[in-house]
């Protein structure tokens, strides 16, 4: 992992420069003399008539930026923009930069209804049980009901959750280790099928990966232990009875979906650490968390909202373990700021991220 400083703003000379408003003579909005700036009329139609509603229609100055969006009605497929016979963009929205002229943009569709395709006759396919059990005995619980019915072939998402003083070991079918994890996916075999979880009773084992813990003497709260979709609930038990500012640092592994990071930051603390996650592919709030300097990212995340740090004034650590560098929005940069913040990324990917020209332009 190397050290890039502001390496956003290298994202940022990738993207579209913005139009700004303002009253300076070199700017558009008022003239050198004193005089106003002309404007121009953006009209905006569609072929057919009534064939998808439009936005974007505007009084602009000569090189101002305006995003232009058409949604077609049922039955109707977009083709493309044109200016007369001249195609501007084959996108249903794009910007448009405007010329020193009036425009008129039309929107082209086909009426395409689809047509409805032939019944498709139901497939049985053939199913084979599925069981867990635990031991020792009353150890633990596990998500899978008694024989469950399950495809050959298909991948079956399994955990187990240890009761307080019992230590996960691993997962076996008959003698054989399939998973030293608590939770996995399994891929169902042509035959019924017995997993075991075997944990270990070690009640002074405070570094148990299934426990919820706070370590008091650290300010560090360490959360792996929770079904996905329900680590806010599992938090929450973790720091009902502390006071905010309590906890200094979050460490969370585990499945997690994208309204469960926003929750990171009740108590607001200073370090959230989410490098063993996974279940999302992007990132849209990290919530309110005036306290936040430092934040990891695990290698599934492919796209950062603008807003994702709106609400994080004092961001400056932020690390991302995607290899891809994730999409990001142009006004990301707006909360974000690159001369505050020093990035790292994976070594190997440094050259991706510094000349990476994907930057979302929505």
């Known amino acids: 992992m190397k050290k890039i400083m502001s390496i956003l703003m290298l994202w940022a000379m990738c993207l579209p420069i913005l139009a700004q408003g303002g009253t300076s003579e070199n700017e558009p909005?008022?003239?050198?003399?004193?005089?106003?700036?002309?404007?121009?009329?953006l009209s905006l139609n569609c072929v057919p008539a009534l064939s998808a509603s439009l936005s974007g229609s505007a009084q602009l100055v000569a090189g101002?930026?305006?995003?232009?969006y058409a949604a077609g009605r049922t039955g109707f497929k977009f083709i493309c923009w044109k200016e007369g016979d001249q195609v501007v963009s084959d996108s249903y929205w794009f910007y448009y930069t405007m010329p020193e002229r009036d425009v008129t943009l039309t929107a082209y569709f086909e009426y395409d209804p689809r047509n409805p395709e032939d019944p498709v006759m139901p497939t049985y396919e053939t199913t084979y049980k599925l069981n867990t059990i635990v031991t020792p005995a009353f150890a633990a619980s596990t998500n899978i009901e008694k024989d469950k019915r399950v495809a050959a072939g298909k991948e079956e998402y399994i955990y187990a959750s240890g009761r307080t003083g019992f230590k996960f070991v691993c997962w076996k079918e008959g003698e054989q280790v399939v998973s030293d994890n608590y939770w996995f996916y399994y891929t169902m075999p042509?035959?019924?099928?017995?997993?075991?979880?075997?944990?270990?009773?070690?009640?002074?084992?405070?570094?148990?990966?299934?426990?919820?813990?706070?370590y008091a003497d650290t300010k560090t709260a360490v959360v792996d232990n929770f079904r996905p979709g329900n680590f806010?609930?599992?938090?929450?038990?973790?720091?009902?009875?502390?006071?905010?500012?309590?906890?200094?640092?979050?460490?969370?592994?585990?499945?997690?979906?994208?309204?469960?990071?926003?929750?990171?930051?009740?108590?607001?603390?200073?370090?959230?650490?989410?490098?063993?996650?996974?279940?999302?592919?992007?990132?849209?709030?990290?919530g309110s968390n005036d306290n936040l300097t430092t934040l990891i990212l695990p290698e599934c995340i492919t796209e950062i909202y603008y807003y994702?740090?709106?609400?994080?004034?004092?961001l400056s650590s932020l690390t991302i373990y995607a290899y891809t560098p994730p999409k990001v929005d142009r006004y990301m940069l707006e909360?974000?700021?690159?001369?505050?913040?020093?990035?790292?990324?994976?070594?190997?990917?440094?050259?991706?991220?510094?000349?990476?020209?994907?930057a979302d332009a929505q």
């Open 232 to 286: 806010y609930s599992a938090y929450y038990s973790l720091y009902s009875n502390l006071n905010e500012g309590d906890i200094a640092k979050l460490v969370v592994s585990g499945q997690l979906n994208a309204s469960d990071v926003s929750n990171t930051s009740n108590m607001k603390p200073a370090v959230i650490d989410l490098s063993r996650t996974n279940g999302y592919s992007y990132l849209n709030s990290m």
């Open 335 to 358: 909360y974000l700021k690159p001369e505050n913040v020093t990035v790292f990324v994976p070594g190997a990917s440094i050259g991706l991220y510094a000349d990476d020209p994907r």
């Open 64 to 68: 101002q930026e305006q995003y232009i």
């Open 29 to 41: 909005g008022s003239g050198g003399d004193g005089s106003e700036t002309k404007t121009y009329t």
């Open 190 to 214: 042509d035959h019924d099928v017995t997993l075991t979880a075997v944990f270990k009773y070690d009640p002074d084992n405070l570094d148990n990966p299934n426990g919820n813990h706070y």
């Open 308 to 314: 994702a740090f709106s609400s994080t004034p004092n």
